[in-house]
DNA sequence: AATCGATCCCAAACCGCTTTGGATAGGGCA
DNA sequence: TGCCCTATCCAAAGCGGTTTGGGATCGATT
């Protein structure tokens, strides 16, 4: 059932069809309803592909997920966040495209995505120190919002962000404030941007309470359990080995206590820990008393706001760069406490 | 830069430049290489959009995720399956469109995709037991495979599946050998299907050693950390515990060892524990030696197989329903060993 | 020389919608 | 009564490709 038949069963022309299932205003309330009832009857549903075609826009969003051909890491954030960026475009009948390509592709997947019109805009991901892609993006001319910021680039651009700085910044305080002094960095890729802004929250509140940071007691690597498990058992393992650790997330976290209670120590007693926690709905920190201390924010609710956002800028070309910047939330859980009596 | 524009330049017709980039035998050599040279020269790219509607396919595979607003769980294996299918798709020159809707929305979404014409089939996520949406798909004429297989639909369907109940059977003989009796199952939720073969293999294996299934050693839930945290815990609390564990996730795996290890148990010495193992890139069962002795199979690589064989349907629509059982490997690690003496 | 069959190219229809630019009819107003 | 305005509808022209159905050219065949 299309457009035309549609209308010729009801003795109109496929213009006034058009207009009165769109809601324009020159078409008779009356005739509007015979319309819409005999668009429900036969479950007319105007083919997509020919409303793309007409109108010039795609009403679909990309996302570009570059897989690595050496470390092929699919982040395990990314499910949650897609969630709750799908969310968002469902309720506005945007569609969502994932690319998954080699990253040397990455450059010619976003051209082909711009001049074959297949997306009104896209999502950036995991932007990295001085990203290519925000330029790139900015030259061939397509809408995008980043998720995370890429500390270096000069252009504007928009974004959405947890403050990572910040966050760890206070995790450290929080350890600071229980007497822990020998405390380690478990971090991420440090060419990663949050990674880098975790690490600078880190110093930050070292540097303030003079304590200088000791290289031996800071790794960075992807987040995943076992290199969770060897940075730590490599720091559990110095002649002054850490009293607490910052962990950059909940699976390495996991790894991490899987090197304590290898050496027979206990967590919350003998080691203190605070991760970052992204909030996953399948990797939940416990129920009503949180495994961990942690540094909090949903990754699913940041995919909902910025969908949010690109879709507004997509509706509104006219608006600037956009920007928001979300505070993590600092929870007490059973992974830390004083520093131990020597 | 368009058809229309690129021919002219050319001095040619829409007609032949179309057909010379598609590799009609009707155009000359010659001519076809100038029509290509130009193309690559002015970087045309056709519109996708009109492709779309000129040719009536969608050129896109759809993947429905449903969200139930009650335990809104986003599988974490999904990420892995997502990415491993993209990788078929770019290479095809196919989109992936991702809906991720309320699961009450499911039915109207995928007669959506079909009357609008998004898409040319759909891949089928977690299938249940008896699952509606095989009917449904039927109904309304759009290709599937199912990732996973239902039982009790009597409709002939495509599937890929992992030989889910001998992977099952295999772990649970494979710790019977070790002496193990009083073996306790931590299985994902049971109505779904790869669930209930689980536990058929767990229970075939025991009967075939003319042991009983304890109820009280047999828990479904979500397989998050937490469910299986609990499970274990209450089932250690048991007056005669079990001393082995088949469990269904490396998660929940994770989660049952830090139950093991809160009552001073050592895995793999007072309790053994085998999992399945989805082979995430994030969490790799250790490195050189496996932390946990599993059954293993990459579900990247089945979403690779699934995304082929729904592209090949798409292509010859005379085929017939297609199979794919893939065997999961069973890996000794550190997690396992023999039954303590009493 | 006329016919034929390849070979190579083109005009125009078509895919299913939106949107522009009228056309028509009826009512209000001078 | 005549004119203008508004409300309502329609024909036709896109959108940017693909595809059908020829048409012209030219060497080969009879």
Chains 1, 2 share one sequence.
Do not use: C
Request: net charge neutral.
């Amino acid at each position: 059932m299309n457009l035309k038949e549609l209308a010729s069963k009801l003795g109109l022309s496929p213009t006034t069809v058009s207009r009165a299932l769109n809601g324009y205003p020159e078409v008779n309330e009356t005739t509007r309803e015979r319309v819409m009832a005999a668009a429900k009857r036969h479950n007319y549903r105007p083919n997509s592909r020919a409303i793309r075609l007409a109108t010039g826009r795609a009403m679909a969003v990309g996302h570009v997920i570059p897989i690595a051909s050496r470390h092929e890491i699919v982040n395990p954030v990314f499910a949650d966040f897609i969630a709750g960026a799908g969310e968002t475009y469902s309720r506005n009948d945007y569609d969502m495209v994932l690319s998954v390509v080699p990253d040397e592709q990455e450059e010619v997947t976003y051209r082909g995505l711009k001049s074959k019109g297949n997306v009104d805009g896209v999502i950036v991901h995991a932007p990295r120190l001085d990203d290519p892609r925000i330029g790139l993006l900015h030259e061939i001319g397509l809408p995008f919002v980043v998720h995370g910021r890429a500390t270096g680039s000069t252009l504007p651009y928009s974004w959405l962000d947890v403050n990572n700085r910040r966050a760890f910044q206070r995790a450290t305080e929080f350890l600071l404030d229980l007497g822990h002094t020998r405390i380690g960095l478990i971090n991420g890729l440090e060419f990663m941007d949050f990674a880098i802004r975790r690490r600078a929250g880190f110093a930050d509140a070292m540097g303030q309470r003079g304590l200088h940071v000791d290289p031996d007691l800071m790794s960075s690597d992807e987040m995943t359990e076992v290199s969770g498990y060897r940075a730590a058992r490599r720091m559990l393992a110095l002649s002054e080995r850490p009293t607490a650790f910052v962990v950059a997330s909940m699976i390495s976290g996991m790894g991490v206590r899987r090197a304590i209670e290898e050496r027979a120590l206990v967590m919350g007693r003998d080691v203190s820990v605070i991760i970052h926690d992204d909030d996953l709905s399948y990797l939940k920190n416990g129920e009503d008393l949180p495994i961990f201390t942690a540094t909090r924010s949903s990754v699913r609710e940041a995919g909902r706001l910025a969908a949010e956002m690109l879709l507004d800028m997509i509706a509104n070309p006219g608006l600037g760069p956009q920007q928001r910047l979300l505070e993590a939330e600092l929870i007490i859980g059973q992974s830390t406490g004083p520093v131990p009596k020597p």
